[in-house]
């Protein structure tokens, strides 16, 4: 039973609403790099050959490694430039 002196309690922003709203418009230019490994792995040029060989292995193969290092390399330079500070 609340007291009918204090007026009713005025309901918040909803935070799932601001974080949706605050992801909607974020349109970094950073971003655009993350069409990088996507692109890059599309290129037959890169991987259509068996030489040089790393280790043994074919080029394709520790190339498919090389994508990876590039996917994590590009996700986490574009999160460290688009993601939020204390005074932002």
């Known amino acids: 039973m609340s007291d009918p002196g204090t007026p009713p309690a ?3 922003p909803d935070p799932a609403a601001s974080t949706a709203s605050s992801r909607a418009k974020d349109h970094s ?3 655009w790099l993350l069409f ?6 599309l290129i037959p040029a ?3 050959a068996d030489s040089p060989r790393l ?5 394709f193969y520790w190339l498919q490694l090389a994508y990876i ?8 330079v574009v999160y460290q430039m688009t993601k939020k500070r204390g005074g932002r």
């Open 10 to 12: 005025e309901p918040g």
């Open 36 to 41: 990088i490994p996507i692109l890059v792995p």
């Open 46 to 48: 890169f991987f259509n």
């Open 69 to 76: 290092l590039l996917g994590v390399a590009t996700t986490t």
């Open 55 to 59: 280790f043994g292995f074919p080029r």
């Open 29 to 31: 230019p950073w971003n």
